[in-house]
């Protein structure tokens, strides 16, 4: 009964609807003992919508810590004791370097990431928007920006300035949003979300998954998601941060980092899924595995505040499972 109902769940993603909230619910509840089931129907929608590319990207902290949010898992917050690194805005040439050296590594995408609310709207964005068009001019990346939450008038000016895509987590479902952070409402995220996506830009948007939500939190977040007509789902599991509330967390098991990257896959058919923090810590050897779940994009290289592996391991391991970089 369970493999019919996954075949059933199959076909409707094949046909590009994506499951209902509550077939999700039915497929993130599915029993462990079907990952294999899982995987291979997963393997299918991924490769029907997106073929064998797998899209890379990479980032820079580019202004770290001091964050006044209180995110529960966040060591970049001002309310935790968690000894990150704090530095301003870094100068154009250090993001044009760390970008130049993604591209050589096989980055097709690369987001410039700060910490806080948002960027203030004079020497920060007037920083940006040089940086901006000094990679337009010289660098072949698609250029993508994480800046916290915005404006239509400050999006459009860094738009103008040559930012092609805009990245913003709403990190959990709306329902769980108010045990992870207490100091900005999750509409103000949202409302984020849709100016970008209103104003043409490529829509980023997923969140962290391990933060102690439900499984049907987690099909609430994806059907959010969908709502929202993001273009791109970076799926982010947690590694727990010490001095930060949730650093003892052990929310999650490799299968079920694999079931949530096939439920967004199930959910949203045609998008891009890219797995992005927390992807070592969490599958282990099972990394390879995303691929099958649903996944078509990774990021390689450094997270904000944890390093990655060698991109050349990563690299490697798409060669393995017969793909290649999305140019």
Known sequence: MMRKALQKFQKKALQGKGLSYEEGCEFINLPDEYIFDILASGEKVRKHFKGDEINLCSIINAKSGLCPEDCAFCAQSAHYDT??????????????????AASKTGAREFSIVTSGTSVSKDKEIELLAQTLQEMRDTLPMERCASLGIMDAETLQRLKDAGLQSYHHNLETAGSFFPSICSTHDYEEDVNTVRTAKELGFHTCCGGIFGLGESGEQRVELAATLRELDVD???INFLNPRPGTPLENATNLTPIECLKIIALCRFMLPAKDIVICGGRQVNLRDMQCLIFAAGANGMMIGNYLTTPGRPPEEDLQMIRDWGLKPKK
């Open 232 to 234: 791109s789902i970076p």
């Open 83 to 100: 000894n990150v690194a704090t530095y301003p805005m870094a100068e154009p040439q250090k993001i044009l370097e760390t970008a130049e």
